[in-house]
């Protein structure tokens, strides 16, 4: 998928799937609100799944996710990881 084509609604499936995939919950990414805590009672996300969920979503969306895009920031939801792989959709573009 290039960066050009990159959108909120096509950014957060693919966050959504890879989250559902990293919690290995049945769910489809429709039924996660972007609000939804990345360690609560639906998903469970731990840090070394979170640098592997980081890696897919480059490889997947074609976007680099730089180290200085996660400096003084805490990734608590969905929204919070979407919104830094849309960010770094901006800066690859």
Do not use: C, Y
Not at 1 to 20: C, G, H, N, Q
Not at 60 to 85: K, M, P
């Amino acid at each position: 998928m290039s960066t050009a084509t990159l959108d909120r609604a096509a950014v957060a499936e693919a966050v959504k799937r890879v989250v559902i995939a990293e919690s290995r919950i049945s769910l489809t990414p429709d039924q996660i609100p972007d609000d939804e805590l990345l360690n609560g009672d639906r998903l469970s996300v731990n840090s070394l799944g979170f640098v592997g969920m980081l890696i897919r979503l480059e490889d997947e969306l074609d976007v680099e996710l730089s180290d200085d895009l996660f400096v003084g920031r805490q990734f608590h939801t969905v929204n919070d990881l979407i919104n830094v792989v849309l960010q770094a959709a901006e800066v690859t573009a």
